[in-house]
């Protein structure tokens, strides 16, 4: 490959040509146009066959062919700095202005635009008069920053360009996912829930007739297959966390939210759950709020030793967030944990109080959700006393 084909590649790399103006670029042909006092400044890029402009003051059109071109000649004769203050007596110039229309005067300066990876030349900024002209040197320098500048804005946009492509890959990878979370919804849970209810059937018809050893096989099959549902019921909470939207908010009643709360727990005669708030409603995103409160205060039934399970809601409030603090007296979690106990998939390898161990995606799904919503939580635990969890989620 040749030098002027790595030129065109670093070019190309940047994907700008023929993109729409943009303001910023805009901003550096205006100054350079008004600090040297020219009537036209350009930022030009120089293509394999044209020039083009991503930005330009004093032309009518966007790209002319390269064989008319100042800023491809200067490219070619220098890697630095040029300035032509008669440019219809320079020998190499002067072809080039009479195919713009100069007869016997005019000043070209182009200081060169580079990829700052590679220290190729792709373009230059200039500024250009009908007349002969003279440049001072506070007025060259002020180019060369200016075009440093335009560097850096290519470079800038160039990894704005990657990070939009990356973002671009992910969703589509989301948007797998929420497939994948469709398919694992149905065509996976709905043959575990099949087999738990055969299950039920078998013990019911067969508990006189089977052996207790194999009676007991037939328990174990019903735990497993109830501990999947529960991963799968997990995992899917824990992707869906994704989809909050940090601005859908509603106002809610607090009492209604504590009801539906209790209802999906399904709250019996062994377990006491208060709350308290200073406002009775809150302004927050509903679903988020009962994935919050579902994790947490199962949570505390679950891994609760205790005869009577003991759970609190507390709502209060400042300038800036919500606080809810979720109380319970359960078995409470050791401080060495408290900086793993939100990690995906982290099992503490502790039995809940109906035997079974944890899937390690509520507490995880339940920091997403906080963050997805500008939140933050905080943990304050005792061994054998219980924990308190605090919320904040921004008003």
């Not at 044209?50 to 004093?58: P, T, V, Y």
């Not at 919500?322 to 060495?336: A, E, L």
């Not at 939100?342 to 503490?348: A, E, P, R």
Request: glycine share 4%.
């Amino acid at each position: 490959m040749t030098e002027e084909e790595k030129r065109i590649d670093a070019l190309y790399s940047f994907e700008v040509l023929d993109s729409i103006p943009e303001i910023e670029f805009d901003n550096i042909t205006f100054l350079a146009s008004t600090l040297c006092n020219t009537p036209i400044s350009t930022i030009t890029l120089v293509d394999k066959y044209r020039q083009w402009f991503k930005s330009k003051i004093g032309l009518n059109h966007t790209e002319s062919p390269r064989e008319s071109s100042f800023c491809s000649l200067a490219i070619e004769k220098s890697s630095k700095t040029i300035v032509i203050e008669r440019l219809m007596e320079d020998e190499d110039f002067k072809k080039i202005g009479l195919l713009n229309g100069l007869t016997n005067s005019g000043f070209y300066a182009g200081v060169p635009i580079k990829d700052r990876s590679t220290g190729y030349i792709i373009g230059t900024l200039c500024v250009i008069d009908y007349e002969n002209k003279k440049l001072t040197e506070a007025q060259i320098s002020s180019l060369e920053i200016l075009a440093e500048q335009t560097s850096k804005l290519l470079e800038l946009r160039k990894r704005y360009k990657s990070v939009s492509k990356i973002n671009e890959s992910l969703n589509l990878k989301y948007i797998e996912l929420e497939q994948f979370a469709s398919v694992v919804s149905h065509d996976i849970k709905s043959p575990i829930n099949n087999i738990i209810s055969l299950i039920h059937i078998i013990k019911r018809d067969s508990e006189n007739i089977i052996s207790e050893e194999s009676f007991e096989l037939i328990n174990h099959i019903e735990e497993a297959s109830m501990q999947l549902k529960y991963y799968i019921d997990g995992l899917l909470n824990y992707y869906r966390a994704d989809t909050i939207n940090l601005y859908d908010k509603e106002v809610i009643s607090i009492r209604k939210i504590i009801e539906e709360t209790k209802l999906m727990l399904n709250i019996d005669s062994n377990f006491n759950l208060k709350y308290t708030t200073d406002y009775e409603y809150i302004n927050c995103n509903k679903y988020g709020l009962i994935q919050i409160l579902l994790n947490l205060l199962s949570n505390g039934i679950k891994y609760n030793d205790k005869e009577i399970i003991e759970l609190s809601v507390n709502f209060s409030e400042d300038s800036e967030y919500y606080c809810i603090k979720i109380s319970d007296n359960g078995i409470g979690i050791s401080k060495d944990k408290f900086d793993v106990i939100y990690d995906s998939f982290k099992i503490l390898n502790i039995k809940d109080r109906f035997g079974k161990y944890g899937t390690g995606i509520g507490l995880s799904t339940v920091k997403k959700i906080v963050t997805n919503l500008n939140g933050k939580i905080e943990v304050q635990s005792i061994l054998n006393e219980g924990s308190i969890f605090k919320i904040y989620l921004s008003k």
